[in-house]
């Protein structure tokens, strides 16, 4: 997920209205919490270099115990009724049409609801949806009004037995006489959910000043005129006026472009999609109205959010709410589960459940018509490249997106996809603009990807029509534009460190898949008559993180040596908790013995936050930081390929300053004992000498020291054996001073730090431990990166190319992916296992989205309940060349390079790379996704 609109007031609601939010993982009916490892992974889990053999979920996926929250009934939870209700929704097909009630007579009286509520129900109960401008203005539509979306929901019913509620269910389907629909309405449209343009000229060359560039002066912001994206006026005023001045100068630019140019003008599209995730939208509410708690099982990636706006829900209401429990499982989302209205239904079934349990779980035929799906896009760009040099001159790109009814993250994907746009290639001069439409479809989200997939693929076509447009190999002209680190990007920022794009082309440059495609197209088409065989490149780089990256995490020894781990890190399925533990073992010499994941409670961090890290002024921000417990964020869902290196950082952290305060020193003081300062005092032994690995702390030469007794050592002594940090990152890590016991002002790259000392601590540093058994060490002086670093759009890149090998039937006009080879850059693979999986996933995505899976948007689309995978076609083993792909990943550079986030760019290259190679095959191009076999027989009649 990219970076993101405001959430302002998401964290009012438990705050002000005093409602405690307590979130927990769920565990096998067994324990009590979720350990990321039940059972406990076996003696044979690390190899003696200390690297993992298996997932530390593997036992638990194998044997059943890794559990979803799907999987879950009341019966299964403790302190929860056994006895519970099932709750289903009726849904709007019509859009055109005002609603005007439901007719049950289908369902006679045997199978009638025993609760009914209808959206004049909510209005009586005080019940409005939170954050309209977000998920809507109603849950349900009023009656005699138009739906706002295909697919809405218009009724809740509930029945108080399975059986009844499944025979319901069943005999409503796909019954158009229970919805009953009035006279022919226009379409209600809620307002567009914004526009924004990124324009920049360079100072004639990367290095040079930028003459204007939103980094440097703004992002400029449109509004709507009916369903006209509006821009300001150019001029010299403002700094949007200014910009627009630059955007018409780009315009002239191109106008006057001669015949040493090739100006090439091409529209894109790039289809709506279902990310089928296996576990469809589930939850399971208790609403006990004796003590006010709201007890909520919910499949989420971000399950902290869904707590504070169940909150919200709450509090506005009839119902009385003091502790909101929110219990999740595992879960797969792919974004489509990230800040989803469908928790709060969720909650409103348990509202209504009279003091039973009410579980509300789609099947595919609702998840289809109801879940988050990708935007659709469509794309006109532009081209200016010197016809001598093969240098690109301008690029311009302007963009629109459906979000359906309800705005979600429709404004986000959009203006992303726009700064996403310039791929791999620099850009003198830019100019790309993103709009995002209301409409009655239904509702698209943060779906893996994220804008970029539709823009760069459009962006890599357009490269390669280029190529042979100017005689000129694909690679080569892809060298000669390659975006070099240090340059800037199209919003006029430097990314973060080395960009290996150049590095990765000339190895595919030399990749027998391309070096001798011309020949083996000639052998192949000989060999195989009424096939033609192509081969196409792609090549991307996609951002990682939001912008407002927040985590929180602790470590800490017992005197025993035994390490326990804490992190709100959520296992999604790209094995974020066998990394994080990695991570601990690579600095501390040994993995943690216990580990608990997806930590919302942290009673040492008495953080205070506004979570609006997108809009807070700069001036804002300076006054509210001198409050030494206040940070931008909490913490972030789990999205946007944020894991191993954001969260990662605050595991590094945490580990390093424990390796600091306590392990170096109690180590020294192993080595010091004896006469004359022992064995340490004729060497010169430094910081950076010390080594832990395998156990053993070793440093300069000096003698082998188990971990366990170092860590007695540290416990005798009343170092701080426990650190708990939080760290913050907009495009650039925080940094905080904090005045830490016996060593001075440290200043450290979180904005949070609580200590816990060893069992030999000073009655002092004992007294001090107040904060949940911590000490919480207020900063003494913080720096955020400046809040106009927003404007940077994105720092951190990690790219991937792939090679795709083709065969096309001209008869029947399938594709077939005959290999595929991808190079990727991440810097220092953590668990390279893990790496490899997101690749083969990733491209299996990818292979869908280019040559199959595609929703139509409006009425023969999924809100209108009929669409499963018997009409929805998923890649399936045969499609992906499953026993011929082959990867590579480029080795660091060092081995302090860190890790980059991965899980989205690998899914997007190979999409661009096949469409490339079906023109290579049969000299047709396609600027529409997906290339079905229709569309090829159609080009080739």
């Avoid at 979600?408 to 709009?435: C, H, K, M, R």
Wanted: charged share 20%; aromatic share 10%; net charge neutral.
């Amino acid at each position: 997920m990219g970076a993101g609109i405001s959430r302002r007031g998401f964290l009012r609601a438990g705050a002000a209205a005093g409602v405690a939010l307590n979130v927990s993982f769920l565990a096998p009916p067994a324990g009590a919490r979720l350990i990321e490892t039940p059972p406990r992974p076996g003696p044979d889990w690390l190899t003696p270099a200390g690297r993992p053999r298996y997932r530390l979920d593997a036992i638990a996926k194998v044997t059943g115990a890794k559990t979803f929250a799907r999987d879950y009934r009341a019966a299964d939870l403790p302190g929860w009724p056994r006895e519970q209700s099932h709750a289903f929704l009726l849904h709007a097909t019509k859009a055109d049409r005002s609603f005007e009630g439901i007719d049950l007579t289908v369902l006679g009286e045997a199978l009638k609801p025993d609760r009914m509520v209808l959206h004049e129900d909510l209005v009586a109960d005080g019940i409005t949806v939170p954050h309209p401008d977000f998920f809507g203005d109603v849950f349900l539509v009023p009656k005699g009004e138009t739906p706002r979306l295909l697919g809405q929901p218009v009724a809740l019913l509930i029945y108080r037995d399975f059986a009844r509620y499944d025979a319901a269910k069943r005999k409503v389907r796909f019954d158009d006489s229970v919805v009953r629909y009035g006279a022919a309405t226009p379409y209600n449209q809620p307002p567009h959910y914004g526009a924004s343009r990124y324009v920049r000229i360079d100072g004639g060359s990367p290095e040079a000043e930028d003459r204007y560039s939103p980094f440097k002066d703004s992002v400029i912001f449109g509004k709507f005129s009916g369903d006209k994206a509006v821009w300001p006026s150019p001029g010299e005023g403002d700094a949007m006026a200014r910009g627009m001045a630059a955007a018409a100068q780009i315009e002239q630019d191109i106008a006057a472009a001669g015949s040493d140019a090739l100006v090439l003008k091409r529209s894109y599209f790039s289809q709506s999609i279902d990310a089928s995730a296996m576990e469809a939208d589930n939850g399971n509410v208790w609403y006990d109205a004796a003590t006010g708690v709201l007890h909520v099982m919910a499949a989420s990636q971000s399950p902290y959010e869904v707590a504070e706006v169940s909150a919200e829900l709450v509090s506005t209401s009839k119902f009385l709410l003091k502790e909101v429990d929110l219990k999740v499982g595992y879960t797969v989302g792919y974004g489509t589960k990230d800040h989803y209205i469908f928790p709060l239904f969720c909650v409103l079934a348990g509202l209504y459940g009279e003091g039973r349990p009410v579980r509300l779980a789609n099947d595919r035929f609702e998840q289809f018509q109801t879940g988050l799906k990708r935007h659709a896009f469509w794309m006109d760009n532009t081209l200016v490249v010197d016809r001598s040099t093969g240098k690109f001159r301008i690029m311009t790109g302007h963009f629109r997106t459906d979000g359906g009814g309800r705005a979600n993250y429709s404004f986000s994907v959009a203006f992303v996809g726009a700064t996403a746009a310039q791929s791999i290639y620099y850009l003198p001069q830019s100019d790309f603009s993103a709009a995002a439409f209301a409409s009655r479809a239904v509702e698209a989200g943060s779906t893996r990807g994220y804008g970029t997939l539709q823009s760069m693929s459009a962006t890599e076509m357009m490269v390669d029509e280029a190529a042979e447009l100017l005689g000129i190999d694909p690679i080569e002209l892809r060298l000669r534009n390659v975006f070099r680190s240090g340059m800037k990007n199209t919003q006029g920022a430097i990314p973060a460190g080395a960009l290996r794009n150049e590095e990765i082309l000339l190895k595919a440059r030399a990749h027998p898949l391309w070096s001798a495609r011309a020949q083996k197209k000639k052998t192949f088409e000989a060999a195989n008559p009424g096939k033609k065989y192509g081969v196409g490149y792609g090549h991307v780089q996609k951002d990682y993180g939001t912008g407002a990256e927040a985590a929180l995490a602790s470590l800490e020894f017992d005197p025993r040596g035994r390490i326990s781990f804490r992190h709100v890190a959520h296992e999604m399925g790209p094995g974020v908790t066998t990394s994080q533990a990695i991570m601990v073992g690579e600095i501390l010499g040994r993995v943690p013995d216990e580990t608990e994941y997806g930590v919302v409670r942290w009673p040492q961090m008495p953080l205070e936050t506004t979570d609006e890290p997108y809009t807070l002024s700069q001036d804002e921000e300076d006054r509210r930081k001198q409050n030494p417990r206040w940070t931008p964020r909490i913490t972030s869902p789990m999205s946007a390929t944020n894991s191993v290196y954001y969260l990662g950082h605050a595991t590094r952290e945490a580990a390093r300053i424990l390796v600091d305060l306590a392990l170096w020193p109690a180590a020294r003081s192993l080595w010091s004992r004896g006469t004359g300062g022992g064995a340490l005092a004729p060497y010169d032994v430094r910081r950076e000498d010390l080594r832990l690995g395998g156990g053993m702390i070793n440093a300069g030469g000096m003698p082998s020291l188990a971990f366990e007794a170092v860590a007695a050592e540290a416990h005798r002594l009343g170092l701080p054996t426990g650190v708990t940090v939080h760290t913050f990152n907009r495009w650039q890590w925080t940094e905080a001073e904090f005045d830490v016991p016996e060593r001075g002002r440290l200043r450290l790259s979180i904005d949070a730090l609580a200590l816990r000392y060893g069992e030999g601590a000073s009655e002092e540093h004992k007294r001090s431990m107040t904060t949940g058994g911590w000490h919480f060490i207020e900063r003494a002086a913080v720096s955020y990166p400046p809040a106009q670093r927003n404007n940077a759009g994105v720092t951190y890149y990690a790219p991937m190319a792939t090679l795709a090998e083709v065969s096309v039937d001209i008869g029947s006009g399938t594709v077939t992916l005959l290999s595929h080879h991808s190079i990727l850059e991440c810097g220092r693979q953590v668990v390279p296992e893990l790496v490899s999986g997101q690749i083969q996933g990733g491209i299996a995505m990818g292979i869908g989205h280019a040559l199959k899976e595609y929703l139509p948007l409006y009425e023969d689309g999924p809100g209108d309940g009929t669409w499963n995978w018997n009409r929805y076609e998923l890649p399936r083993a045969k499609d992906v060349a499953l026993w011929s792909q082959t990867a590579e990943v480029l080795p660091p550079l060092s081995d302090s390079d860190p890790p980059k986030g991965i899980a989205e760019v690998v899914m997007i290259a190979v999409v661009p790379a096949i469409a490339n190679a079906v023109t290579h095959a049969i000299g047709k191009r396609f600027h529409d996704l997906p290339i079905t076999p229709e569309k090829i027989r159609e080009a080739l009649s």
